[in-house]
């Protein structure tokens, strides 16, 4: 069983950073972020594989970095120039299956992906 704990989330002024973290209680292949606000689908916003590639989505490309330290077993997500629409409750997800790839994963949505953190809210004010 794999545990992931995220930290990080806070409000920020539009325009500004900040960087997420997730902790896994052990090595995972697939690691992802994705969020979500009330009412709405949980949406996936980037992801990486064990190694190294990793995919965003549209809406976050060239604003948001995503990073591994398999050292420590921990996914960041750097979010710079944010929006008021990046405001949303961020989720850490994980998956040990290599197939589909982790890409694929991300983009077939949260039912993709077998563990889960319990979130961490981020607000953008304008």
């Known amino acids: 069983q794999v545990q992931l704990v995220e930290s990080g989330g806070a409000s920020v002024q539009a325009g500004g950073s900040l960087s997420l973290s997730c902790a896994a209680s052990?090595?995972?292949?697939?690691m992802g972020w994705f969020r979500q606000t009330p009412g709405k689908e949980r949406e996936g916003v980037a992801a990486?594989?064990?190694?190294?590639?990793?995919v965003y989505t549209d809406s976050v490309q060239g604003r948001f970095t995503v990073s591994r330290d398999y050292y420590r077993d921990t996914l960041y997500l750097q979010m710079n120039m944010l929006k008021s629409e990046d405001s949303a409750m961020y989720y850490c997800a994980a998956d040990p299956s290599r197939s589909p790839i982790c890409s694929d994963r991300l983009r077939g949505g949260p039912l993709k992906f077998g563990y889960w953190g319990q979130g961490t809210q981020v607000t953008v004010s304008s």
């Open positions: 052990g090595y995972i292949y697939c």
């Open positions: 990486m594989d064990g190694a190294g590639w990793s």
